[in-house]
């Protein structure tokens, strides 16, 4: 089998056993890889009813068959396990070196679970692995902990992944940062290591990487690379992602003071444009990658001089116009907070926005938010805010850890403005002024996701009304979502989507790496198997219609702003959708797969109605 | 004799991507192993990278490090490691001020950028996708260093 390793590494955390397990080629066509196996082991691992904090839920670390290969962006890989955000699957993908290492070092995964009694990590080498001692590490930050575990271990090529302070403390939004910039961000991956004392993955790998056909690949990919200078990278190269501050703005789409308005008078000031100008000192690139959109940030002055980090537009955007902050400086610390304490960038900006509207609206006193006057557009409370949810610190820290939907249900107001879909927040899209990619981020499985299905394409690329909805658009976020999931299951980078010719040629990319003979009609069958699994995983653990939704402001109220005025989502018209979406996927109406479905997709039909 | 030719790295256009590393193994080793690399990516956080190979030292310390005589001088001012001789001891890697010598894992022997010999000039260079890799004479880096410096002066003055 080429392309795979063959094999994957199961840990238990409480007996501290290693064992060598087989990767079986039927499980490799059927599932492909990275998002597929995550779906297809935490299906099949995960017993029913397990708490997401506890030794029986699965953490599985998983690549696929093009890790490792000269493929363009291909050093990828998938965390995954049931989430403490949503309580459904839980995943996130990162880019950069554990990817390409882990296969170099001889294997496809890591399937992890229970306890151990302190904190460990996990080191992997060629062909071994071992759990060593981490109460070194403890309360260190992701960056500390790279540098320490490399210079214990005398070897500066060692790639760790690892968790900050946050995971530790069990936040449910923590995150597992890489190669300092890169992040499993969302959905809590960082809390699943922290409930199983698991500080960090180190890996180091020198073994050779076998695909099928490598002198046909290199000519592909010598064509790839190419193209991944030309026009369809060119956003990403130059101003990257944050290129999309003034698009969004122009369209009326950018989440202003917890989305309530989708434009900010001074997005001027936190533009990419202004970003590469002032802000950005290199450009940087994830391994095997030929666009380079990391665009690194040293702040040389003022009141934030010295922070540093990699700013894309997420989360420049959440922690900035969506909290009313322009300051790019304020920006990039709260972004370096994030990524070395250990949380969310998305889920921190979309909860620090849901507090300084309880603050705003009389819910929170001066009391309630460790003395901070958290009001809309206040950078230095905003940095101070993302800091203390980091690391629980204080009233506020204790409050808003693990997010708005928990922030107010502690509270006990305020639920009616927390910018979440399964308990999870929002990325960087406004509601109602971009319905379709409502509808795709309220469906999908991992809860208010922009990278399930690209459901924004439509709305900003003006192929429909995006200020209405109707039974049609379910075709767009089911095309999306099959052929995404292919995508996370090989893995590639979504910037590279726009590279391929179409279909087949993603389809012999697989086939040059793995030596088979899909069809392209064959792979995007995979992806809707795929997507049914992890959707089964979702039903297996309580999932129905009422999950689906849009949080309440997308249907009462309005948007006030220049463009997109009086915006709102007609609640029958998202019922209509919705039904649409379902019927597509061929399930029911409330959203569970038919038995005749899971049936023709080789799944298991136990579940099905 | 032609002026040696160096692979140079652009350290603003360097990105880190370690396409270089596996382009070189795949054209000398036929399989994907970067670690088999002869030319090596190094990043130093948070903003820098290079890419390094053999520099073509005019005494290289290889050479005279190696206490079997196993690598010896070519012509092109590249050193070549004679296989037979090499007992991968790796006093040589010591010596090199640039790590431009690695040890093959499996075959325990030393091995050095070879610049592509035969080809149409190094495969590394080829395929970078930044363009921060040129094979080209130290005399060309510096010509091309003053004319930088001279249009920056210009510039200035304007």
């Given amino acids: ?609 | 004799m032609e002026a040696k030719k160096i692979i140079v790295c652009d350290t603003d256009k360097c990105s880190g991507c370690e396409l270089c590393e596996y382009v070189c193994s795949i054209f000398h080793e036929k399989t994907v192993n970067w670690s088999k690399s002869r030319i090596r990516h190094v990043r130093i956080e948070p903003t820098f990278d290079i890419a390094i190979a053999c520099r073509k030292c005019e005494e290289p310390l290889c050479i005279k490090a190696c206490p079997r005589d196993a690598i010896i001088s070519v012509e092109d001012g590249s050193v070549k490691i004679e296989k037979d001789k090499c007992n991968g001891c790796g006093w040589c890697i010591e010596a090199c001020n640039f790590g431009a010598l690695k040890l093959d894992w499996d075959k325990k022997v030393v091995f050095a950028c070879d610049f592509c010999e035969g080809q149409d000039g190094p495969k590394c260079v080829e395929f970078c996708p930044y363009d921060a890799l040129e094979f080209t004479t130290l005399d060309q880096v510096g010509r091309e260093a003053g004319v930088k410096a001279f249009k920056r002066i210009i510039e200035e003055l304007e």
């Avoid at chain 1, 499985?445 to 439509?458: D, H, I, K, N």
Wanted: charged fraction near 25%; aromatic fraction near 8%; proline fraction near 3%.
């Fill in chain 1, 1 to 609: 089998m080429k392309g795979y390793a063959g094999k994957f590494l199961r840990v238990d955390m409480t007996t501290g056993e290693i064992r060598t397990d087989t990767l079986s080629e039927e499980t490799a066509r059927k599932f492909l890889g990275g998002y597929g196996f995550v779906a297809n082991t935490l299906y099949n691992e995960v017993p029913e009813g397990t708490d997401p904090l506890s030794p029986e839920n699965v953490l599985c670390f998983w690549t696929g068959p093009v890790a490792g290969t000269p493929v363009p962006v291909s050093s990828k890989y998938i965390m995954g396990a049931r989430s403490p955000a949503t309580g459904f699957i839980g995943f996130g993908i990162a880019s950069g070196g554990p990817a390409s290492e882990l296969k170099a070092a001889g294997w496809d995964g890591i399937v992890v679970t229970g306890k151990a009694d302190s904190l460990k990590y996990l080191y992997v080498q060629n062909g071994q692995a071992e759990l060593r001692e981490a109460a070194y590490l403890k309360g260190k930050t992701t960056w500390e902990t790279e540098e320490m575990i490399r210079s214990e271990l005398s070897d500066e090529e060692i790639r760790v992944s690892s968790i900050g302070p946050a995971g530790e403390l069990l936040s449910c939004l923590a995150n597992v940062t890489n190669d300092r910039n890169r992040q499993v961000g969302r959905s809590g991956m960082g809390c699943v290591m922290g409930s199983k004392n698991l500080k960090a993955i180190a890996i180091r790998g020198t073994g050779s990487i076998e695909v099928a056909h490598l002198d046909e690949l290199m000519e592909l990919c010598s064509d790839l690379y190419k193209r991944c200078r030309g026009p369809a990278t060119e956003k990403y190269r130059v101003l990257g992602t944050p290129a999309n501050v003034l698009v969004h703005n122009r369209l009326g789409c950018l989440p202003t003071n917890n989305f309530q308005k989708g434009t900010f008078e001074r997005a001027e000031e936190c533009s990419g444009e202004r970003m590469l100008e002032t802000m950005v000192k290199k450009v940087m690139a994830c391994p095997s990658c030929p666009i380079a959109c990391d665009h690194i940030n040293v702040v040389k002055e003022g009141r934030w001089a010295g922070a540093v980090s990699s700013v894309d537009y997420e989360s420049l955007e959440l922690l900035g116009p969506n909290c009313g902050v322009s300051d790019l400086g304020a920006i990039t610390k709260a972004v370096e907070l994030c990524d070395t304490l250990g949380i969310d960038t998305i889920s921190a900006g979309v909860t620090v926005s849901w507090a300084m509207e309880a603050y705003e609206k009389g819910l929170l006193t001066r009391e309630d938010t460790n003395g901070l006057d958290l009001r809309f557009g206040n950078d230095e409370a905003m940095v101070e805010a993302v800091r203390v949810m980091c690391l629980r610190e204080g009233k506020l820290g204790e409050l808003i850890a693990d997010g708005s939907a928990r922030a107010a249900e502690r509270l006990g107001k305020g639920s009616e403005f927390a910018m979440v879909n399964k308990k999870l927040e929002w990325g960087a899209y406004s509601l109602r002024s971009l319905q379709t990619a409502t509808l795709g981020f309220a469906t999908s499985v991992r809860g208010a996701c922009y990278l399930r299905s690209g459901s924004y394409q439509p709305d900003v690329k003006g192929l429909v009304d995006r200020y209405k909805l109707d039974r049609s658009r379910g075709k767009f976020v089911f095309d999306g979502e099959n052929l995404y999931a292919i995508i996370d299951s090989m893995i590639i980078c979504k910037f590279t989507r726009g590279i391929y010719k179409d279909n087949e040629e993603i389809a012999s990319v697989i086939n040059l790496v793995t030596g088979w003979d899909v069809t392209p009609e064959e792979m995007i069958k995979t992806g809707e198997r795929i997507h049914n699994m992890a959707k089964l995983f979702n039903v297996k653990f309580g999932a129905h219609r009422t999950d689906d939704y849009p949080p309440p402001r997308a249907f009462d109220e309005k948007m006030y702003d220049d463009v997109s005025d009086g915006a709102i989502i007609v609640r029958e018209q998202y019922d209509e959708a919705l039904s649409g979406y379902y019927e597509e996927r061929r399930w029911t109406e409330d959203g569970i797969p038919t038995k005749a479905l899971l049936e023709e997709l080789g799944l298991d039909v136990s579940l099905g109605v």
